[in-house]
């Protein structure tokens, strides 16, 4: 039997958990990793002399974290591990690789490649949002896990989501002093929210707990807020954060730094450079690669699994991970993963469908406050990148007759700067769509262009 | 609730732990600073100041956003120009650092700096 090429992108929950699936099979797959070491985001492991323990780092999830380091490492020797490296293309066939600390690059030939490039933060401009001191939720979480920083001496967490309230309450038990967390969706789940989030009970009471904690420690709480601005100078930052509470009243909350996220999305880039075809998801009004319930893209010999596919979450990404590896197992007839597939799928699918079922009742928990993206005043930046603003966005359409995303992020440059889309995309859809009056499945999606991240000039392949 | 560390003063992010790590030292824009060993350069820069760098669009100073290598958002560069990604980047010893890009690189236009000057409202 020849042997067989398996490429792994990612190695958080979803890869590490592809990764072993293809060792136990007898495969020794490539694992790519943008990170330093394993982990991914959500497991993100602290720098070599740092003292911290699992407990202190992951909380409720520290057994599971552990249990995914300690099984990487025990792979180490069966995979090709290669860290610090920047997945930048995908070609048929092939994926393209920058090792960044010695920008080697490397091309990679694949029979099977399996991406599970996870998420970022889904971001809704504020005015205001492009001072210094504000930072995403994922990077106040970063900067205490891996660095034991805050991002400030007074901070404010905004947005919607479970992160909100994880990483506020993270924030005070490490001894950071939280100003206030505010957010957009309302305090009580409609009923179909709540249907959907008891397909996981014991997550969901402890979600209710950590906003328990909060109020314990007399952090401010507000449900249905209207963020209107983060104030500050160009020079030193942000110096407070402006809502409308659901009272109607104006509140002002001083920091000097800000925490912003609503729920993830997803890292798609490779999935559309592999020509995966994408669907629009109306619940969580973002476009998602298509699937199957085992992980096959709409593309031969290329599977999605963790985040980057569907936002399940780290329990949901270590199941699908494996599915999606033993599909591609499967699919390329390797004896033992076809009876590893046969023996397994039924129960990682349930797992899944689990996991889907609670996907679904947060999305209509913490909703993506589209209509306050719609609304942004024509001098909000939208384009962190190259500070472009909400009127600009606007003109493109108006004038420029941009009724297509992408036409207008050629006019206006939102979602052409160095972020490349990641953290304006969204709410430029919105603004395009409400300014075109067209529904916004309907204006187009980002396209993805290789590299999937700015690289030097330097880099060059060699064959 | 346990109270924040000392500082070295003047700096964004606070420190709340793991401060036992050995010293490291670097020069940031020319001048001696110090970091812990495992620190990112964005740590070691938002430990001595407010700002990791100032946008080329006229908008004031940055000091990163995601620090997870997506927005790109805390470019600096090293004595060469060679530019480096600083919260994804650990401080090593003896490194240095620039916060403003090198000439070359990035000419500030006749109208970005009337924009510095204020003389062009935005």
Known sequence: ?463 | MTKPLPQPGGGRFVRLAETARPALHLLIDGAPASALEGDTLLVALLMHGRRVRSSEFGDGTRAGFCLMGACQDCWVWDETGRRLRACSTAVTEGMAVRTTPPASLWPVTPEVAARERGEVPR
């Open chain 1, 1 to 463: 039997m020849t042997p067989r090429r398996v490429v792994v992108v990612g190695a958080g929950p979803a890869g590490v958990r592809a990764a072993q699936a293809l060792v136990e099979a007898g495969v020794r797959p490539v694992v790519i990793d943008e990170g330093r070491r394993d982990g991914g985001q959500i497991y993100r492991r602290q720098p070599e002399g740092f003292t911290r323990t699992h407990a202190m780092l992951y909380g409720s999830e520290a057994a599971k974290a552990q249990a995914l380091h300690s099984d990487f490492d025990a792979l180490r020797a069966q995979i090709d591990y290669r860290s610090e490296t920047l997945a930048w293309n995908v070609t048929p066939g092939q994926l393209h690789t920058l090792h960044a600390p010695s920008g080697e690059t490397a091309t990679l030939d694949f029979d099977a490649l399996v991406v599970c490039a996870g998420a970022t933060d889904r971001l809704m401009p504020v005015p205001g949002w492009n001072r210094a001191g504000c930072y995403s939720l994922g990077a106040a979480q970063i900067a205490l896990k891996a660095q034991a920083c805050a991002i400030g001496s007074r901070v404010v967490f905004m947005g919607s989501g479970p992160l909100l309230y994880l990483v506020a309450a993270q924030y005070v038990k490490a001894g950071a002093r939280v100003e206030a967390v505010l957010d957009t969706s309302s305090a009580v789940p409609t009923p179909a929210a709540l249907r959907g989030l008891l397909n996981r009970p014991r997550l969901l009471l402890r979600g209710l707990a950590l906003k328990a904690s909060l109020r314990l420690a007399g952090v401010t709480l507000l449900n249905a807020v209207v963020p209107l601005r983060i104030e500050g100078t160009a020079d030193a930052g942000v110096s407070s954060v402006v809502i409308r509470d659901s009272a109607g009243a104006e509140r002002r909350f001083g920091c000097d730094a800000v925490g912003m996220g609503w729920h993830l999305r997803a890292e798609t880039q490779l999935a559309d450079l592999a020509r995966c075809e994408f669907d629009f998801e109306p619940l969580s009004r973002q476009w998602l690669p298509r699937i199957d319930d085992c992980g096959r893209s709409s593309t031969a010999g290329v599977y999605l699994a963790g985040d980057g596919a569907r936002i399940l979450g780290a329990d949901g990404a270590e199941a699908a991970g494996r599915l999606a590896a033993l599909a591609a197992l499967h699919d390329m007839k390797h004896e033992r993963g076809r009876a590893m597939f046969a023996a397994e799928h039924a129960g990682l699918r349930r797992t899944l469908a689990t996991m889907n079922g609670f996907r679904e009742g947060l999305a209509q928990a913490f909703p993506w406050p589209h209509a306050h993206a719609a609304a942004l005043p024509n001098d909000a930046v939208v384009c962190r990148c190259e500070a472009v603003t909400a009127g600009e966005l606007r003109r493109s359409v108006r004038e420029l007759g941009s009724q297509e995303l992408n036409r207008a992020k050629a006019f206006s440059r939102v979602g052409m700067g160095r972020c490349q889309g990641r953290y304006c995309g969204h709410a430029a859809a919105e603004i395009v769509a409400a300014t075109a009056s067209i529904p916004v499945e309907k204006i187009g999606r980002l396209r993805s262009q290789a590299p999937v991240k700015p690289l030097m000039m330097s880099a060059q392949e060699h064959d």
